[in-house]
T-cell receptor, first 112, second 111 residues
Framework: DQQVKQNSPSLSVQEGRISILNCDYTNSMFDYFLWYKKYPAEGPTFLISISSIKDKNEDGRFTVFLNKSAKHLSLHIVPSQPGDSAVYFC???????????FGPGTSLSVIP | NAGVTQTPKFQVLKTGQSMTLQCAQD?????MYWYRQDPGMGLRLIYY???????DKGEVPNGYNVSRLNKREFSLRLESAAPSQTSVYFCASPSGTYEQYFGPGTRLTVT
């Protein structure tokens, strides 16, 4: 049973618009969440993270929102750019964990 | 400073053959991880090493062995490759804040 879910395998957005990528988790012990971005033929790279003591974290065009009661987080990209086209992985871990659990990924296409 | 390096980049094996995937990191991190990525499955942890001299099983360890040779190097061995092990393999090493640094990956095909 997947502990981290990304229910949209793919998403297509027009350049300049907002991209919203969603992630749900089932384990209430998770208290730290990360987003990774992956281009074809490359390894994933860290994008942004959020601790459970916060409900929002912002870094430039990227904002992650956390709703602990719903066990849901989302990544907002504003404005979206063609270079943002990649696979985005949501991941979760916690202070009582020694590993990170990844979701299946969402493939984002930003159309010029 | 190369971060995490992996060799080889590509490999084709026949069923039953063996091979070792190599990983090295130059960030002086204690932990190192091996993941496999399959379509629709995300990144699944095969084995990890929390420190030099220790290794532990992850989510999908069957068919694999690992060696933490020293602080820098962590290898993954397939003793008898099977078509189900066709995948992209990533080595990673986390910083203290859970942020993982990934290598470029090894694309393995088992026929």
């Amino acid at each position: 049973d997947q502990q981290v879910k990304q229910n949209s395998p793919s998403l297509s957005v027009q350049e300049g618009r907002i991209s919203i990528l969603n992630c749900d988790y089932t384990n209430s012990m998770f208290d730290y969440f990360l987003w990774y971005k992956k281009y074809p033929a490359e390894g994933p790279t860290f994008l942004i993270s959020i601790s459970s003591i916060k409900d929002k974290n912002e870094d430039g065009r990227f904002t992650v929102f956390l709703n602990k009661s719903a066990k849901h987080l989302s990544l907002h990209i504003v404005p979206s750019q063609p270079g943002d086209s990649a696979v985005y992985f949501c991941a979760a871990t916690g202070t009582s964990y020694d590993k990170v659990i990844f979701g299946p990924g969402t493939s984002l296409s930003v159309i010029p | 400073n190369a971060g995490v390096t992996q060799t080889p980049k590509f490999q084709v094996l026949k069923t039953g053959q063996s091979m070792t995937l190599q990983c090295a990191q130059d960030m002086n991190h204690n932990s190192m991880y091996w993941y496999r990525q399959d379509p629709g499955m995300g990144l699944r942890l095969i084995y990890y090493s929390a420190s030099e001299g220790t290794t532990d099983k992850g989510e999908v360890p069957n068919g694999y062995n690992v060696s933490r040779l020293n602080k820098r190097e962590f290898s993954l061995r397939l003793e008898s490759a099977a078509p189900s092990q066709t995948s992209v393999y990533f080595c990673a090493s986390p910083s203290g804040t859970y942020e993982q640094y990934f290598g470029p990956g090894t694309r393995l095909t088992v026929t």
